[in-house]
């Protein structure tokens, strides 16, 4: 659905010239700011300039002239791609930029405490990940994560169907159940991983012990610890899949349930061969989008066992993470995250591709 | 009309309401006791805490559970942070340092929320209504492009922005904050603002523009009202998400910048730490989010659902 309208955009030569001007005018700016910048920087020229600021106002000058061009320069389309154009140049600026910038610190050796500074190395550090146990351990946990989506995603079938139910006090439940997901991971950490299953005095410490457990450690065993963390994130996350699905379940017409109702069809069978079917678009969305969120985790991990047991519950990015705190390796962990992003992009892509079928609307 | 299903088929509140009864197997009764189980498993964390910040060390010790039957609150947790109310005229370090994160974490949420809706709002009406062609890209492969940012791991970005922001000396800057939380809830916003306008007719806008509006006239003054509820959805969750970073506050600042995540986490790993102070600090950061929960829960769950039915 798209606006057609018909302009009569008379922009005269003298105008087209002056936004020409504008955008090349203000780029050249941008282009000899950085290149006497870099002259500064290595030593060739002295103005004693202490950061790349110059630079970046430079480039927000020529950001903002490129956008007031396009006005001046193409009339009412100009005004068109005035929506669009801000928020290409920010995510241009702050993804694309950093992400070449970060293919040149990935082929690196640096680490930020010695004094050495950068030192290019090639692909040793891609050479050095494949060999690292700890990384490739933390891949693999990314796929256990991953895999207790599908414990998440019956629970959180079952809680939107629940709410879907004929019941009282239906906004009261749908508030509690959504609550767990407005809390910060860091504070949940602290009031469930640290408090409420503490060893010796958390309340579920003391119900393991009476069920027979004598002497609770929720951390200290991987298996044990890494299914800790599963549930923790599935406790924050259940509720975003849960009103996903319930979105999903009030869309379908209630004909459907009643024509089979009245065909005689038992609930099971209502279930399984007209509510589910007809979810699976939903459902696989939800899936997809709770799968990209799962592979983001690391706050609950980084507070909670900062990787333990012997980086047993380690998260690819809890893992940069303390490469980088622990060790300032910028280069190294730069590469671990570039092999993870491939990794990432691959099986997303393969994913969707694999799950469209189900996810596209009948046509 | 003497069973519980026969009663419940005299009340039609809404077509939505009987779209599926598990009724048979489980009974009214089942219903309700797996609701009232997974709200306690919701809520009880949330209990926990805020008894716990009211409790001594004796309390803790004997796991004692409900104030003024097991155990007479105190106030400890609560002056330990400098927010209790017999002590609240007196000067306190840690009240300013909360005080001070808490700023922090307002201004750099909203502003990032703020901005990432301006932005996010004006990209996805003009992707519904508008041919681009920038280059190679048409309109598929630009509302791709910003949504695939959903796909990048912040850990990606991490090391790079590190590097980028010393160079740049915005480390440890608000500004800094603001604009990588923008660029993380940009794509979610963008989703939502996008479902928003594709279900405003066009012809709201031929009429304005007949009328004698311009293209952004039109917008500002007719669809822009329409849509509010929806910016107001986005707007609430990219609020609720950039309160709760954590991993990008932990590594890009250390004392002026710092969030109220960062500030908690901070604490935990301090040997000695008491729970009742700690208790506290963690209720006081997650009370906000509470409230709007409990507040704005149709905003949050209609962002939510944007995407969700097609």
């Given at each position: 659905?798209?606006?057609?309208?018909?302009?009569?955009?008379?922009?005269?030569?003298?105008?087209?010239?002056?936004?020409?001007?504008?955008?090349?005018?203000?780029?050249?700016l941008?282009v000899?700011?950085?290149?006497?910048?870099?002259?500064?920087?290595?030593?060739?020229l002295?103005?004693?300039?202490?950061?790349?600021?110059?630079?970046?106002?430079?480039?927000?000058?020529?950001?903002?002239?490129?956008?007031?061009?396009?006005?001046?320069?193409?009339?009412?389309?100009?005004?068109?791609?005035?929506?669009?154009?801000?928020?290409?140049?920010?995510?241009?600026?702050?993804?694309?930029?950093?992400?070449?910038?970060?293919?040149?610190?990935?082929?690196?050796?640096?680490?930020?405490?010695?004094?050495?500074?950068?030192?290019?190395?090639?692909?040793?550090?891609?050479?050095?990940?494949?060999?690292?146990?700890?990384?490739?351990?933390?891949?693999?946990?990314?796929?256990?994560?991953?895999?207790?989506?599908?414990?998440?995603?019956?629970?959180?079938?079952?809680?939107?169907?629940?709410?879907?139910?004929?019941?009282?006090?239906?906004?009261?439940?749908?508030?509690?159940?959504?609550?767990?997901?407005?809390?910060?991971?860091?504070a949940?950490?602290?009031m469930?991983?640290?408090?409420?299953?503490?060893?010796?005095?958390?309340?579920?410490?003391?119900l393991?012990?009476?069920?027979?457990?004598?002497?609770?450690?929720?951390?200290?065993d991987?298996?044990?610890?890494?299914?800790?963390?599963?549930?923790?994130?599935?406790?924050?996350?259940?509720?975003?899949?849960?009103?996903?699905?319930?979105?999903?379940?009030?869309?379908?017409?209630?004909?459907?349930?009643?024509?089979?109702?009245?065909?005689?069809?038992?609930?099971?069978?209502?279930?399984?061969?007209?509510?589910?079917?007809?979810?699976?678009?939903?459902?696989?969305?939800?899936i997809?989008?709770?799968?990209?969120?799962?592979?983001?985790?690391?706050?609950?991990?980084?507070?909670?066992?900062?990787?333990g047991?012997?980086?047993?519950?380690?998260?690819?990015?809890?893992?940069?993470?303390?490469?980088?705190?622990?060790?300032?390796?910028?280069?190294?962990?730069?590469?671990?995250?570039?092999?993870?992003?491939?990794?990432?992009?691959?099986a997303?892509?393969?994913?969707?591709?694999?799950?469209?079928?189900?996810?596209?609307?009948h046509? | 009309?003497?069973?519980?299903?026969?009663?419940?088929?005299?009340?039609?509140?809404?077509?939505?309401?009987?779209?599926?009864?598990?009724?048979?197997?489980?009974?009214?009764?089942?219903?309700?006791?797996?609701?009232?189980?997974?709200?306690?498993?919701?809520?009880?964390?949330?209990?926990?805490?805020?008894?716990?910040?009211?409790?001594?060390?004796?309390?803790?010790?004997?796991?004692?559970?409900?104030?003024?039957?097991?155990?007479?609150?105190?106030?400890?947790?609560?002056?330990?942070?400098?927010?209790?109310?017999?002590?609240?005229?007196?000067?306190?370090?840690?009240?300013?340092?909360?005080?001070?994160?808490?700023?922090?974490?307002?201004?750099?949420?909203?502003?990032?929320?703020l901005?990432?809706?301006?932005l996010?709002?004006?990209?996805?009406?003009g992707?519904?209504?508008?041919?681009?062609?920038?280059?190679?890209?048409?309109?598929?492969?630009?509302?791709?492009?910003f949504?695939?940012?959903?796909?990048?791991?912040?850990?990606?970005?991490?090391?790079?922005?590190?590097?980028?922001?010393?160079?740049?000396?915005?480390?440890?800057?608000?500004?800094?904050?603001?604009?990588?939380?923008?660029?993380?809830?940009?794509?979610?916003?963008?989703?939502?603002?996008?479902?928003?306008?594709?279900?405003?007719?066009?012809?709201?806008?031929?009429?304005?523009?007949?009328?004698?509006?311009?293209?952004?006239?039109?917008?500002?003054?007719?669809?822009?009202?329409?849509?509010?509820?929806?910016?107001?959805?986005?707007?609430?969750?990219?609020?609720?998400?950039?309160?709760?970073?954590?991993?990008?506050?932990a590594?890009?600042?250390?004392?002026?910048?710092?969030?109220?995540?960062?500030?908690?986490?901070?604490?935990?790993?301090?040997?000695?730490?008491?729970?009742?102070?700690?208790?506290?600090?963690?209720?006081?950061a997650?009370?906000?989010?509470?409230?709007?929960?409990?507040?704005?829960?149709r905003?949050?769950?209609?962002?939510?659902?944007?995407?969700?039915?097609?």
């Amino acid at each position: 659905m798209s606006l057609h309208i018909v302009t009569d955009d008379d922009i005269s030569d003298g105008r087209a010239r002056r936004g020409r001007l504008m955008i090349w005018g203000s780029l050249a700016l941008l282009v000899v700011v950085a290149l006497v910048q870099w002259l500064d920087r290595s030593g060739a020229l002295d103005l004693g300039l202490t950061s790349w600021r110059p630079t970046l106002y430079a480039f927000l000058f020529f950001a903002t002239m490129l956008c007031w061009a396009q006005v001046v320069a193409k009339g009412e389309q100009g005004k068109r791609v005035l929506f669009v154009l801000p928020a290409a140049l920010f995510v241009g600026a702050l993804v694309v930029f950093p992400l070449i910038f970060g293919v040149g610190i990935a082929l690196s050796d640096w680490n930020l405490a010695s004094p050495d500074g950068r030192q290019f190395n090639g692909l040793d550090n891609l050479r050095q990940a494949f060999a690292d146990p700890f990384y490739l351990n933390a891949l693999w946990n990314m796929v256990l994560y991953t895999a207790a989506i599908g414990v998440e995603y019956v629970i959180a079938f079952g809680l939107a169907l629940l709410l879907n139910a004929d019941i009282r006090a239906r906004k009261f439940f749908r508030v509690a159940f959504l609550l767990p997901l407005m809390l910060s991971p860091v504070a949940v950490s602290w009031m469930i991983g640290k408090s409420m299953f503490e060893p010796r005095f958390g309340p579920m410490a003391r119900l393991a012990r009476e069920l027979g457990w004598d002497t609770p450690s929720f951390f200290g065993d991987p298996t044990i610890a890494r299914l800790m963390i599963m549930a923790m994130d599935a406790w924050t996350f259940i509720p975003f899949m849960m009103i996903m699905l319930l979105a999903g379940l009030q869309a379908i017409p209630s004909e459907l349930r009643e024509a089979a109702e009245v065909d005689g069809a038992s609930p099971w069978r209502r279930f399984w061969e007209i509510t589910f079917p007809l979810m699976l678009p939903v459902s696989i969305t939800a899936i997809l989008i709770r799968i990209i969120f799962k592979l983001k985790l690391a706050d609950i991990v980084i507070n909670i066992t900062s990787g333990g047991p012997g980086g047993a519950t380690d998260t690819v990015t809890s893992f940069i993470f303390r490469e980088y705190r622990d060790r300032s390796n910028v280069g190294y962990g730069t590469m671990l995250a570039f092999i993870y992003l491939v990794l990432i992009v691959v099986a997303m892509t393969v994913l969707m591709k694999a799950t469209e079928r189900w996810t596209k609307p009948h046509a | 009309m003497t069973t519980a299903s026969d009663d419940s088929q005299i009340f039609h509140d809404a077509p939505a309401d009987r779209a599926f009864r598990p009724g048979f197997v489980l009974g009214k009764v089942g219903i309700y006791a797996l609701l009232i189980a997974w709200a306690v498993v919701c809520l009880f964390p949330i209990y926990w805490t805020v008894t716990t910040s009211f409790k001594a060390a004796p309390d803790v010790m004997q796991g004692n559970l409900i104030p003024y039957v097991d155990f007479e609150p105190k106030r400890l947790g609560w002056r330990a942070l400098g927010l209790s109310p017999d002590t609240i005229g007196q000067v306190s370090t840690p009240r300013q340092e909360f005080l001070r994160r808490f700023w922090n974490s307002t201004i750099i949420s909203v502003s990032a929320s703020l901005l990432a809706v301006v932005l996010g709002a004006c990209a996805a009406y003009g992707l519904s209504r508008f041919q681009y062609r920038f280059g190679p890209m048409r309109n598929g492969d630009i509302s791709f492009f910003f949504l695939s940012q959903l796909i990048l791991p912040p850990v990606v970005l991490a090391l790079p922005f590190l590097i980028l922001y010393r160079e740049l000396d915005m480390l440890d800057s608000r500004i800094g904050l603001i604009l990588l939380y923008t660029l993380t809830v940009l794509p979610i916003v963008i989703w939502i603002m996008r479902d928003q306008f594709a279900a405003i007719p066009t012809e709201l806008e031929e009429a304005a523009m007949v009328d004698g509006l311009g293209v952004w006239g039109a917008f500002l003054t007719i669809i822009l009202p329409i849509a509010l509820p929806g910016m107001v959805a986005a707007f609430i969750l990219s609020l609720v998400l950039t309160w709760n970073e954590y991993f990008f506050a932990a590594l890009l600042t250390s004392t002026h910048a710092n969030t109220l995540p960062v500030m908690v986490a901070s604490q935990t790993g301090s040997q000695g730490i008491s729970w009742w102070s700690m208790a506290a600090l963690s209720f006081a950061a997650i009370l906000p989010l509470i409230a709007i929960g409990i507040l704005l829960e149709r905003f949050i769950i209609k962002g939510m659902a944007a995407g969700a039915v097609k």
